[in-house]
């Protein structure tokens, strides 16, 4: 039991990663609303960015950004500095998900204008008909 | 349905959390993302381009291909919403 | 929701003076430092991406405050796609001409050639052009984006 209870603590990050996940895979999945599924979508994506950055931490680390001089003479230790990769990588995911959320908020539009209800079971039923 | 839906994300989130004993712990400097790639950059970036900000020299210059496809992307999304949601004025 | 739109538009609760003298007074500043996270991005926290989103903000303030007429006087619908155009071109213009003289393509210090300013100076120079070209690119599309969506298409009200 301890030992269970020592690995949650020693990992905590990667569990608010999977409850917010959860949360959004659970709103993308189960809710009928297809508003509410653009929500859980950028809830899920946020849970993967977290992660991401997550990845990089260096306990005692500082940010990404050096001393010039130190840097030129190489003198500088890569365990003082975190992982600038993941900070990278993420900010261009986070700009993909806002342009990914603009055009669903389109398509939600046009959608809307289309059928007059953004429920998933009334467009459903107005496709078969 | 919803029971479904419940039933499916509990299994993920329990795969995903047994997943996680694999996992590094938090800010360990010898993880494996840590510690292959990243160290080059941290040592060399400053010396080879001159930006103080290694997350600058990573995105505009070692990683440039992946910066300008992803300018592409936004400027794909620009034009999708676009045809998707304009309509001239007269209609 | 409806009553309150009404109400709403009866008391022009979105026409305050107050928030429309905050606006005017705000905007030249937002977009002064968005200019300067783009410029400044090799220093301090910032770059391409997060100074666009910032100028982008500021002509979404406009819009918000004061109707979408008002934001296309300061930057018309054609205006704000040839920025747009113009961000993407720049980048890979960019790449295509360290391609074209010789060196790899996105490598700036092929640039050299051109103006010799050393192999290194040219990849610190190129990483800002490449920023101002993610920036306006950014910029556009986050104003084209809030223009379609709120006023689903018709660019006439908006909110």
């Known amino acids: 039991m301890e030992q269970i209870v020592q690995e949650i603590v020693a990992k905590y990050n990667y569990w608010v990663y999977v409850i917010l996940m959860m949360i959004g895979f659970y709103a993308m999945i189960g809710k009928r609303n297809l508003v509410k599924k653009l929500l859980g979508m950028n809830i899920f994506q946020t849970a993967i960015i977290l992660f991401f950055v997550s990845t990089g931490v260096k306990k005692g680390g500082r940010i990404p950004i050096v001393d010039k001089y130190s840097g030129l003479a190489g003198t500088i ?53 | 349905m919803k029971t479904l839906a419940l039933l499916a994300t509990l299994c993920t989130g329990a795969l995903l959390l047994y997943g996680t004993k694999d996992f590094p712990a938090w800010g360990d400097p010898q993880s494996p993302a840590n510690s292959y790639l990243s160290p ?36 794909c999304a620009g034009m999708a919403v676009v045809s998707v949601l304009r309509r001239n004025r007269s209609q | 929701m409806k ?130 070209g993610v920036g306006l690119a950014v910029m556009s599309i986050m104003v084209l984006l809030y223009w379609n969506i709120s006023s689903s298409g018709k660019m006439d009200e908006g909110l």
Not at chain 3, 53 to 78: R, Y
Request: proline share 4%.
């Open chain 3, 3 to 132: 009553q309150l739109q009404e109400k709403a538009k009866q008391r022009q609760l979105g026409d305050s003076l107050i928030i429309k003298t905050a606006v005017r007074l705000m905007v030249p500043f937002i977009q002064l430092f968005g200019l300067y996270v783009i410029v400044h991005g090799h220093y301090s926290p910032g770059g391409g991406f997060q100074g666009g989103v910032i100028l982008g903000a500021s002509f979404i303030l406009l819009a918000l405050a004061f109707d979408m007429k008002t934001s296309f006087k300061h930057m018309s619908e054609k205006v704000n796609a040839i920025l747009g155009n113009l961000g993407a071109a720049i980048f890979i213009g960019v790449g295509l001409i360290c391609a074209l003289v010789g060196g790899l393509f996105l490598d700036y210090s092929a640039l050299n050639i051109i103006i010799p300013l050393g192999p290194v100076e040219w990849r610190s120079f190129g990483i800002f052009l490449v920023e101002v």
């Open chain 1, 77 to 129: 230790d890569p365990n003082t500095i975190d992982n600038p990769l993941p900070h990278v990588l993420m900010l261009t995911a986070i700009v993909v998900g806002v342009s990914v959320t603009g055009v669903a908020l389109a398509v939600l539009q046009r959608i809307y204008r289309e059928y007059g209800t953004l429920e998933e079971n009334e467009i459903l039923e107005k496709v078969r008909r």
């Open chain 2, 40 to 75: 080059k950059y941290i040592e060399h970036a400053v010396q080879e381009t001159h930006v103080p900000n290694l997350v600058t020299a990573v995105l505009g210059d070692y990683r440039g291909y992946d910066t300008m496809f992803e300018t592409v992307v936004i400027y």
